[in-house]
């Protein structure tokens, strides 16, 4: 959001997509429809031309070389889609996806019943054999959650569902913390993991000043993506940036829009109506401060490479960890988090993360720095479309490489299986669990600080360093305002304008849509296979990387 021109302060790209189950399942699996033709996943989510600085910041920041960076992204985008068809075929046998490997050519999908393997490897996926269902999983999840906050401890801070080793994941500073933990929720300790750590998430936002946008004139922080809301214009950002009726400014100092909902702690989430001086555009400030598109808001993978945008530290990529996490911050527990392994500082909360072209969500907190690495926690953004009623602002064009670059791959069937590299996973691939004692997390895992106050060393840790392209000039007014302090719920849930007076049931733009969903469109009935807000041009049936078609 800027000045006559909003723009997303932070930005990330996801990137899901679409591939099939080709053969008969086996015995006990349902037989789903075949797929529509249409556009491969790449094509629709915009992964097979990502933007120039996407690709940059992936090399830089996850060591691959450009091949491999576009590469990932459309592998990425394909098995979202088949790990859509496969978990809506495996119904309650489905106990997680993601993938891995340098340019993820390598999907698993967990399940807890044998019969599955071969529907699982037909579609295109390595089967994962385990032995705890996802809803046991999240019920003890679930149940530490209730004792962290009877207790109001801050010595358990993170709490969240492994679906790559099949447990739940404790973190504690210390054994006698996970204990009186364990202990009071009632929780069959076989199930849990716990990883000591002096780790402490704090919540990301700022009130030293600096760019960005700023909140009352006291707090700084980045502005998410922008959004519409019937004839009003704004943005979406972290519910901790300001409390509703907060009046927000411009790095311009120009007036600039108030705080019309906030939820926080139990949510981080937030959203910003604007004034007729500024215009919500689809673009995220991306590395050097050039505009990055967004097309949608598709959820990653585990295991997906995702970016994130901030007005403290800039662009830097990672990949996402883990979705519905719990975290506990001085201020409160916030659930529903993602946990990434991306890098923040204060004054970068409320910022973008985008996996390809796809919005994820907004930072919310974390743990490290940028320049020692760190964790991360970003608020997804579509419940914060679908609680608030927002329709986020889309694009269509993306970055187009040069002629000839090898990370444009062309035009293909959806049911192309991934683009495999040659490359080996590097030790330590997430897929595997660590041997040893699982308490003890392994060298270098981001959950553990560095020795030391995780304070920014002295000086002013919200400014960039002289000619950091994450500064604007002065007077730029690209640069939008802070947050501030801890706010409770203020708007209940409601339906986007969009989709008022639609028919049950009906697919409508719009209307956010969770996996395994069924709507009608043309009297014909389909599936929803990744989590996404429907955009006007992603009709049922003509993408066949979100909608399976079932009758």
């Known amino acids: 959001m800027v000045h006559r021109h909003t723009r997303a302060a932070c930005a990330v790209l996801t ?9 008969a399942p086996a015995s006990g699996v349902a037989d789903p429809p075949p797929p529509a033709t249409g556009p491969s996943a790449a094509r629709t989510l915009g992964a097979d031309r ?13 060591g691959l070389s450009a091949a491999q960076a576009g590469t990932r992204l459309v592998n990425e985008a394909e098995a979202g889609t088949r790990a859509g068809r496969l978990q809506n075929a495996l119904g309650a046998h489905f106990a997680g996806a993601w993938v891995h490997g340098p340019t993820s050519a390598h999907l698993v999908v967990a399940t807890t019943d044998a019969a599955h393997v071969r529907a699982i490897e037909e579609g295109g996926a390595t089967a994962r054999l385990v032995r705890t269902g996802l809803a046991d999983l999240r019920a003890v999840k679930e149940k530490l959650d209730a004792a962290a906050h009877r207790s109001g401890t801050l010595d358990t ?11 739940v994941v404790l973190q504690a500073t210390d054994r006698a913390a996970a204990d009186r933990l364990l202990a009071d929720a009632g929780v069959d300790r076989a199930l849990v993991d716990v990883r000591l750590s002096a780790d402490r998430p704090r919540a990301l ?14 707090a700084r922080c980045s502005i998410g993506f922008s959004i519409t809301k019937g004839d009003e214009q704004g943005f979406v950002s972290a519910g901790h940036c300001g409390k509703p009726g907060a009046k927000t400014t411009g790095a311009n100092q120009a007036a600039q829009g108030t705080f019309k909902a906030s939820t926080f702690p139990e949510k981080d989430m937030s959203w910003v109506a604007t004034n007729a ?69 204060p004054g970068d909360s409320g910022g973008s993360y985008v996996s390809g072209s796809q919005a994820q969500g907004v930072t919310s907190g974390g743990s490290g720095d940028c320049r020692s690495g760190g964790t991360t926690f970003y608020q997804p953004v579509n419940p914060i479309l679908e609680t608030y009623g927002l329709t986020l602002k889309t694009g269509t ?8 670059d090898p990370t444009t791959p062309p035009p293909g069937d959806p049911s192309t299986p991934p683009q495999d590299d040659p490359t080996t996973p590097p030790p330590g691939d997430p897929t595997t669990p660590p041997p040893g004692d699982p308490t003890t997390p392994p060298p270098g895992d981001p959950t553990t600080p560095p020795p ?26 690209t640069t939008p305002p802070p947050g501030q302090g801890t706010t409770p719920p203020a708007e209940g849930r ?19 849509y969770g996996v395994g969903t069924e709507v009608t469109h043309g009297s014909v009935r389909y599936r929803c296979l990744q989590s996404h807000q429907a955009q006007g041009t992603w009709r049922p049936e003509t993408t066949p990387a979100l909608w399976q078609r079932v009758g």
């Open 397 to 404: 064009e993306q970055g187009t490489p040069p002629p000839g």
């Open 157 to 167: 801070p993170v709490r969240y569902v492994d679906v790559r080793t099949n447990r």
């Open 205 to 218: 936002y700022d009130i030293k000043g600096g760019e960005a946008y700023y909140i009352d004139e006291q």
């Open 50 to 62: 990502p933007h120039a600085d996407v690709l940059r910041a992936l090399q830089r920041d996850l």
């Open 277 to 345: 001086e500024w215009t919500a555009t689809p673009t995220v400030k991306g590395e050097g401060g050039k505009d990055v598109q967004v097309a949608g808001s598709v959820q990653a993978l585990v295991g997906a490479a995702v970016c994130r945008s901030g007005s403290t530290t800039g662009w830097h990529c990672g990949e996402i960890e883990q979705h519905d996490t719990s975290v506990t911050y001085a201020e409160g527990t916030v659930n529903g988090v993602t946990r990434t392994s991306v890098c923040a500082e």
């Open 452 to 477: 030391g106050d995780q304070t920014p060393p002295p000086g002013d840790p919200t400014t960039p360093p002289p000619g950091d392209p994450t500064t604007p000039p002065p007077g730029d007014p």
């Open 15 to 23: 990137t899901v997509g679409a591939v099939v189950l080709t053969a």
């Open 494 to 512: 409601s339906t986007p304008p969009a989709v008022q007076g639609a028919a049950p049931g009906s697919w409508t733009a719009g209307r956010v």
